[in-house]
């Protein structure tokens, strides 16, 4: 692994407009569906939904361009502007990077679905979980992977969040810093959209969710040689396992149980994550 190189007088500036503008587009969305709900845009918009169920051809482009790739276009916007063409080829080049280790690929699949194994164990027998297999649809499950990449986040995020993102913090501080902050930005990314949608939330709990989650896809990125491609696939293996529980499975006495199980098993691989990092970091690195 790169040691980390740490340069105060290296500018914060592209982290600083990719999080404003990323946070900014996530606002303006929360604020465009409430504004619609009330009548006040000539057109509806409400939750992202391809059934346009309340919501209009003009309402999902815009959920489109805010939610779904407000990340990516934030990235390119501030990539154009402070690092001209350059800086876009390299963005490319890393989108690109798939050539790793055999073992990183197994183990970008292996963990998410391990976790959700480890649900299902701790769920099932208390009666947590009911297995339904009427809901269970192997070829659908198998095309809803590869539409994940594109409208459930991965492609539309990571370019973002650890195609710019990260890297840029990384020229100034360690790797489990930057992974940190990421995921603080990411949380703040997050909470105008469920907002937008009405969705019951434990955001303390979420918190802890979404940073254990950042640091883990730090050490990954790091392993991967920088790649976002990488990173794209572990977004997608990361929500496509939690999707197989959701649809595999009804759950009659509700999903807060099993969420403090997802926490704790994903807390547990954050702090490996974090340790080999540690390890992997320089001492003068880590106290800068």
């Not at 940073?211 to 990488?230: A, E």
């Not at 098993?265 to 974090?274: G, H, K, S, T």
Request: a positive charge.
């Amino acid at each position: 692994m790169h040691a980390v190189k740490h340069d105060p007088g290296r500018s914060l500036r592209p982290a600083v407009i990719f999080t404003a503008l990323a946070l900014g587009f996530a606002f303006l969305d929360w604020a465009l569906i409430a504004l619609a709900h009330k009548g006040l845009l000539p057109f509806a918009m409400g939750p992202f939904d391809l059934s346009l169920d309340g919501n209009s051809i003009p309402g999902l482009a815009l959920e489109c361009l805010l939610r779904v790739f407000g990340p990516l276009v934030a990235a390119f916007i501030t990539v154009a502007y402070v690092y001209g063409r350059a800086g876009l080829r390299d963005g490319w080049r890393s989108l690109l990077r798939w050539r790793n280790p055999g073992w990183l690929y197994l183990l970008v699949f292996a963990w998410p679905l391990a976790a959700s194994a480890l649900i299902v164990a701790v769920g099932y027998p208390l009666g947590l979980l009911r297995f339904d297999p009427a809901q269970v649809h192997p070829l659908k499950f198998v095309i809803f992977f590869f539409i994940m990449i594109f409208l459930d986040g991965p492609l539309g995020e990571e370019p973002g969040w650890r195609g710019l993102l990260l890297p840029e913090l990384l020229k100034h501080m360690t790797p489990l810093k930057a992974g940190l902050a990421v995921g603080v930005v990411w949380y703040l990314w997050h909470i105008p959209l469920y907002l937008a949608d009405g969705k019951a939330v434990n955001f303390v709990g979420y918190f802890f969710n979404v940073v254990s989650l950042s640091v883990v896809f730090t050490w990954f990125y790091l392993r991967s040689g920088r790649s976002v491609f990488m990173s794209i696939l572990l977004h997608t293996t990361t929500n496509y396992a939690l999707f197989l529980v959701i649809k595999s499975f009804t759950l009659p006495q509700g999903i807060a149980t099993l969420q403090i199980v997802y926490d704790v098993i994903l807390a547990l691989i954050a702090v490996a994550a974090a340790v080999s990092m540690h390890r992997d970091t320089p001492p003068s690195a880590s106290a800068a």
